[in-house]
């Protein structure tokens, strides 16, 4: 008798279910999600971040996070066509700097897509020349372009690696109007590209970075591929968050010395440009937004537990964590300065 009321009560439990209407809870990431980023390297700074952070979050919420290296234009055909959750990406500034440039396959990842919370800086955007270069100095090459010289820069147009040489156009138009047609782009493709460019005497200046290049700045001055670094766009303010050894035989303090204010590439006549790669996520604009705060949450535990920090730094990243909300304004003014850059330099 007991079992058959049981069962009476539970028949009629599952019967009220269905007639009262049920509010769905709040979506959260599946067990297995593919984090696709804008690299195709996985060798690169763009994997190595990916990697700590996707390690870090799976971790913290018990989940399988792998890391897909596709390059950025196959990355956004991903996010745009899963709103599950199930695929998320992680890129920096070149997100936007693309579109900026009008770079074929950048959309507005504003516009298109929600940009989520920062995790960290690759401070290590750097300039570099050949180690026998009569260039000392930024202030060396601006002068030379006053005078009538041509600067050639080899980079790898429409992202990270151009908005430097465009606040190099944008300084000497600044200190010495004309000048800056004097500053030419030689347009190459990947690092390798771009430092054999150097060395085929094909390019007086270079975009590089701290971690790809300190190491060719170690070889004796009569070795045909050392280089001399003369900039770092990063701000001061976060290259001195870096370890003090700083990376390879550079110390932080040295580095420091390329940047601002030792190393002036004026912005106005009266502020410096900097410039810190960030990285961060990007979201399916119809994902739900319960998962982007499941995100944040995790990301301010994590990183109130200080480890990843650590992680961070070893591999000379400098950590930056935003949730959304402060990092999509952050991003925003962002977009807009280096915005006006551009376009004051697309005008000329």
Do not use: C
């Amino acid at each position: 008798m007991t079992i058959k009321r049981r069962t009476f009560l539970a028949a009629t439990s599952a019967i009220a279910i269905l007639a009262t209407p049920v509010a769905l809870s709040a979506q959260e990431l599946p067990g297995n999600v593919r984090m696709v980023i804008g690299s195709t390297s996985t060798g690169g700074d763009t994997y190595q971040n990916s990697s700590i952070v996707a390690e870090a979050l799976g971790e913290h919420l018990g989940i399988n996070i792998r890391v897909d290296a596709v390059g950025a234009t196959e990355a956004f055909k991903a996010l745009e066509r899963d709103s599950s959750g199930s695929t998320i990406m992680i890129f920096h500034d070149q997100s936007y700097l693309g579109h900026l440039y009008g770079v074929q396959g950048y959309e507005d990842p504003f516009a298109n897509y929600v940009v989520g919370p920062t995790v960290a800086i690759n401070p290590g955007n750097a300039y570099l020349v050949p180690a026998d270069s009569p260039y000392q100095s930024m202030e060396d090459i601006f002068t030379a372009a006053a005078n009538g010289e041509r600067v050639r820069v080899a980079i790898q147009p429409g992202g990270v690696s151009e908005i430097g040489f465009s606040a190099m156009k944008n300084a000497a138009s600044v200190m010495s109007p004309g000048s800056e047609d004097n500053i030419v782009p030689v347009n190459t493709g990947s690092q390798s590209d771009k430092n054999q460019a150097m060395w085929d005497d094909l390019a007086d200046v270079i975009n590089g970075s701290i971690q790809a290049n300190e190491q060719f700045t170690q070889l004796p001055e009569d070795d045909a591929t050392a280089m001399r670094f003369v900039w770092i766009t990063a701000r001061p303010g976060t290259l001195e968050q870096a370890p003090a050894e700083g990376m390879g035989g550079t110390s932080r303090d040295e580095l420091l010395q390329y940047a601002s204010p030792q190393t002036s590439v004026t912005l106005d006549g009266a502020e410096d440009f900097t410039f810190d790669k960030e990285f961060f996520f990007l979201f399916n604009p119809d994902m739900d937004p319960a998962i982007i705060d499941q995100i944040d949450t995790a990301l301010t535990e994590i990183f109130a537990a200080g480890e990843i920090q650590e992680r961070q730094k070893a591999s000379f990243f400098i950590p930056n964590f935003l949730p959304s909300e402060e990092a999509r304004a952050h991003l925003t003014e962002k977009r807009d300065t280096y915005g006006q850059v551009i376009e004051q330099i697309s005008a000329e």
